[in-house]
C-alpha cells in the first residue's frame, strides 16, 4: 500500500477493500472563518489514498468547510397530507447530496475521515445506517473507528455520536452564558428606532416667543437660565422618558422670598 507523507495510515487494511465499488468521499471542517480550507484538504489527501489503495473509483467528493454537524435552522418540512410543519433541522446540501446519489444507485459506497467528521447529530447517523441495511452500501472511516456493518458497530457508533452531541451542547452552553456575562461578546445590532434627541419644552404665556434650540444631551443648560415669572424648564430624555426639572431654584427662592 502506497502511503502518503501526511497519511495516517498503515498495512494493508484497505487493500480491496473498495474493489469495484463507485465511492463518495465526505469532507468536514467545522470552523474556517478565513475559507482557507487547509483542513478539509488534508482530509482529501488521506481519503483518496485510502480509495486508490482499496481498489475504488471515486466519483464524487462532498466538502463541507466552515460547516456545523451541530447547529440546527428552523425549516418547513411535509406533515403528510399536503400540509407543513416546522421542524428544527442540521442543514448540510452536500451530505443530503451524497445520501441521494447512494440511494440513486450512482455510488455504493461512503467513505469519512472519522465518525466525529460524519456527523454530530443522531439523526444523520441513522441516515447512514439506513444506507448500510437497506442500499446495502459501505460506510466506513479512515480512522478505522467507523463500522456499520455490524449490530455491535451500529451500538458503539450511536453512543460515539451521543457524547459527540453532549460535548457540542456543552460548549454551546458555556458559549451563551459567557455572551451574558459580557456585553462586548454580544453581536452588535442597529436600532430599528433611534430615540430622538432630547427635546426643551417651554411653557409660556408669550405667543411670539421663538423655541430654544434642542440640546445634545439631557442636562441642564448654562447659557439658558429660568426668568422671573416663567414656569421651570423641563427636559425629557428621548428613550428613558425622564423628566428632570430644571429652574426649581428659582422657583423655590421665590417661594421662600429669597
Known sequence: MEISPGSVFRGDRWSRVFTGRRVVVCLRISSDPEDSKRGVTRQAVDAEDVVRSGGGVLVWTAVENDTSAFKKRRVKVSAGGGGHRWAWRVIRPQWEQALRMIRAGEADALLVVDLDRLTRDPRDLEDAVELVEHYRALVVDVSGALDLSTDHGIFLARMMVAHANLSSRDT?????????????????????????????????????????????RCERRADQPSRPGLPPKVVECGRSGALLATGLDDMLGRSMGR
Open 172 to 216: 454551546s452552553r458555556r458559549i451563551r452564558r459567557a455572551k451574558r456575562a459580557e456585553p462586548s461578546l454580544q453581536p452588535t445590532r442597529l436600532r430599528r428606532h433611534p430615540p430622538p434627541a432630547a427635546l426643551i419644552y417651554h411653557r409660556t404665556t408669550l405667543e411670539d416667543q421663538a423655541p430654544l434650540p434642542a440640546p445634545s
